[in-house]
């Protein structure tokens, strides 16, 4: 089967992230195809490349990354939930006049449609929101 | 036949809005704060004969309730058994 997942939780403040990552690892492991994870809301600020938690703790960023690396799964994230809590790719930096960035590839932004599109090309779309 | 996923502990509002939409057939799972329902086993979700209901071992062993559940011999699935009822149901919806 082909999974969506939707993620709706801030890394470390809420447990949502750590749900949708384990969960993705099962589905993964039960030989599904997971055709890509959306981050909406607070879930945007899993994508900051400045996230910095203590080395022993895990870094839900590159745990993320590490999933895309090892499986191709597209890591969306939403644009108008990001601009707004200040996670900005390097050409939206530059197009607002900021000084910094801190979102980058593998994550990409993109608009509600795509959340949309993820939906339609899956045969399970699953949210962790809590 | 919907999968209900509780995210919240007993009491919240959205743990009392899975209970009014949940109907015959369907299937509830706790995950995170929701497994503290293991604590009450006199809860309307575990005396209530119309839907079934799970416990995800991974959150209930995180907050120290995995002995509580099997005390009271409550059903629990893991990760993968999550997974699996992703599978069998067509439709799922997410409580927070």
């Not at chain 1, 492991?29 to 895990?58: I, K």
């Not at chain 1, 597209?74 to 801190?102: F, K, M, Q, T, W």
């Amino acid at each position: 089967m082909d999974y969506g997942l939707l993620v709706m939780g801030a890394p470390y403040s809420d447990p949502a992230p750590h749900s949708a990552l384990r969960f993705a690892e099962a589905v993964l492991a039960r030989g599904h195809r997971l055709t890509g994870v959306f981050f909406y809301h607070d879930g945007v600020h899993n994508a900051s490349s400045l996230m910095t938690p203590p080395q022993d703790e895990l870094n839900l960023r590159k745990a993320w990354k590490a999933l895309n690396e090892r499986h191709g799964v597209p890591l969306d994230v939403c644009i108008a939930a990001a601009l707004r809590r200040g996670i900005v790719s390097e050409a939206e930096a530059a197009r607002h006049g900021h000084s910094a960035y801190n979102l980058e590839a593998p994550f990409e932004l993109t608009g509600l449609g795509q959340l949309l599109t993820l939906q339609q090309r899956c045969d399970r779309l699953i949210t962790f929101a809590s | 036949m919907t999968l209900h996923i509780l995210t919240t502990a007993p009491n919240s509002d959205p743990a009392r809005q899975v209970e009014q939409a949940l109907n015959a057939g369907d299937t509830l799972l706790l995950i995170e704060a929701a497994v503290t329902a293991a604590l009450d086993p006199q809860l309307n979700c575990w005396t209530q004969p119309a839907y079934t209901v799970w416990l995800l071992e991974e959150d209930l062993v995180a907050r120290g309730l995995g002995n509580i559940a099997k005390k009271h011999r409550l059903a629990t699935v893991n990760m993968d058994g999550f997974v699996a009822l992703t599978e069998q149901h067509e439709q799922s919806v997410t409580w927070y």
